[in-house]
Nanobody, 117 residues
């Protein structure tokens, strides 16, 4: 199994920046895909960004040019650098892990990002 621990959420003013982290532990098999999802109040959970092992990043159109996903394979940690934040980015952000070796997805507990003046 895989365990995911998220950190970095908090309160930030519009135009500000935050960096989220997701530390994975357990049986980290490759190839795999790690991703960030978010769920805003009253809305469905949506994919924000994903990054496959050895692959390029994919982003939701709403965050292109503002967010950057990366991963440190030596530390089994994924990051989401968020710049130029706006109130519409307010949501609980979740870390996700997928691998063909498992019959289920793994999720973190979520970390709240609030963008407000």
């Amino acid at each position: 199994q895989v365990q995911l621990v998220e950190s970095g959420g908090g309160l930030v003013q519009p135009g500000g920046s935050l960096r989220l982290s997701c530390a994975a532990s357990g049986v980290i098999l490759r190839p795999n895909t790690m991703a960030w999802h978010r769920q805003a109040p009253g809305k469905e959970r949506e994919l924000v960004a994903s990054l496959a092992t050895g692959g390029s990043a994919d982003y939701a159109e709403s965050v292109k040019g503002r967010f950057t996903i990366s991963r440190d394979n030596a530390k089994n940690t994924m990051y989401l650098q968020m710049n130029s934040l706006n109130p519409e980015d307010t949501a609980v952000y979740y870390c996700n892990f997928k691998s063909a070796a498992w019959q289920r997805d793994f999720w973190g507990q979520g970390t709240l990002v609030t963008v407000s003046s």
